[in-house]
């Protein structure tokens, strides 16, 4: 077993609820994009949806900070929005159903790019075809994209992502 799903291990056996499992994984993604190399680079930071409204919202018009599905949204150094949904699925398919609020969520004028990370790489052909031909680009990052990141993961542990 590598560190990665070590890590993702603990997090499903020290998670006492689905939501803590979810929120374990979203801070694990934001440890991902401020620590990869070629997204360290890019993003200034990463916030949870409702922390970026608290900084962002009024500038753009939104005041909700309810997620609808968005869980976190990347800052570029440049300002633009990205933003992210965290999928943590380790024993079934991604399916349509399963990224259908995001991208409805996510289609807004102020987002240039859209991620969806996941724990696994098993989609369901309807999900896959979601994701193609958007007016804004989403990008699809599997548990092989995770695994073959520049980190290391045996530096991450438990208690530095989960965060209740």
Request: aromatic share 10%.
């Amino acid at each position: 077993m590598n560190a990665l799903s070590e890590l993702l291990s603990k997090i499903e056996n020290a998670s006492p609820t689905q939501r803590d499992k979810g929120t374990t994984f979203e801070n694990l993604c934001v440890q991902y994009f401020l620590n990869e190399p070629k997204y360290a680079e890019l993003y200034s930071s990463v916030l949870s949806y409702s922390a970026w409204v608290e900084k962002y919202g009024n500038s753009i018009g939104i005041t909700h900070k309810k997620d609808s599905g968005i869980d976190l949204i990347a800052v570029t150094k440049t300002g633009e929005f990205h933003a992210i949904q965290c999928k943590n699925y380790n024993q079934t398919k991604i399916a349509k159903k399963d990224i259908d609020s995001f991208l409805a969520a996510s289609d807004k004028k102020y987002f240039t790019l859209r991620y969806i990370v996941a724990s696994t790489d098993n989609w369901t052909e309807e999900a896959k075809d979601m994701l193609r031909d958007k007016s804004i680009p989403v990008t699809a990052l599997g548990l092989m994209d995770l695994e073959q990141s520049a980190l290391d993961w045996s530096l991450f542990d438990i208690e530095s992502v989960y965060k209740r």
